[in-house]
């Protein structure tokens, strides 16, 4: 059998996980120092990132060309749209953040290029592109998730320890494990030509997502002109 797609593409990968996780933001979370408007930042972008990354999996429903494949985008889309959002209307709650608030957001300068360039990817190819635009979101979250819950005391941190548990949880490393076995399945057996394509798009989406977390940490938005 063929070396599995993600095993393949992780030394590339592995770094920028290593950084994101070394970041300030997310070493703020483990150790619960973080400013809470740094997060806020987060919260708002992280959602309306999230409405554009909900239509990826719509994408991929409508380009899978078998059921189960169509299955995992559209369990993924609800997943989305009912279990992650949750999580950040319930934050969003408990600073006072009306609902409208959240989804009136305007996507920073950082987050349009990260979605644009997804949503890019995944309208122009098959659904093997869907997949592969997909997978660094689940992949470096999940990753960080549980290397900041082997901090001692950081999963019952006040502020972060339910983002903490929500990312480390067995439910989220399904849903990454779900991403993983996805991508590997559509790889399997294609050229080298278009596994290059594919690790491109990991590793641009990989990059974006450092580049979201210092967006997150600095509360950028847009230049002002
Ligand atoms: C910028 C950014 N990147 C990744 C995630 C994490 N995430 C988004 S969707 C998904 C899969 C299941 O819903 C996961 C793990 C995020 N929230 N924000």
């Not at 319930?90 to 609902?99: L, V």
């Not at 997804?118 to 979250?141: F, T």
């Not at 590997?184 to 594919?198: F, H, Q």
């Amino acid at each position: 059998m063929s070396e599995k797609f993600t095993d393949r593409i992780y030394p590339k990968i592995k770094g920028i996980w290593e950084a994101c996780f070394k970041h300030p933001f997310v070493q703020g979370m483990g150790d619960g120092t973080l400013d809470l408007e740094k997060f806020k930042h987060w919260l708002m972008q992280d959602y309306v990132y999230l409405i554009e990354y909900a239509r990826l999996f719509a994408i991929g429903t409508s380009k899978a060309t078998d059921l189960g494949t169509m299955n995992s985008f559209a369990k993924g889309l609800d997943g989305v749209l009912f279990v992650e959002m949750d999580l950040h209307r319930s934050y969003a709650k408990t600073f006072g953040i009306p609902e409208e608030d959240l989804e009136a957001t305007d996507q920073s300068a950082i987050n349009t290029a990260y979605t644009s360039y997804m949503l890019n990817k995944a309208q122009a190819g098959g659904v093997e592109n869907v997949a592969a635009a997909l997978l660094a979101c689940s992949w470096c979250y999940n990753y960080i998730g549980l290397e900041l819950a082997k901090i001692p005391g950081a999963l019952e941190g006040e502020n972060y320890g339910s983002w903490i548990g929500m990312y480390s949880s067995d439910e989220f490393t399904d849903l990454n494990e779900n991403a993983m076995d996805l991508i590997n399945k559509l790889a399997e057996g294609k050229p080298e030509r278009e596994l290059k394509v594919l690790e491109e798009i990991v590793v641009k989406t990989g990059l974006f997502e450092y580049m979201f977390w210092d967006m997150c940490y600095k509360q950028e938005t847009w230049p002002e002109i």
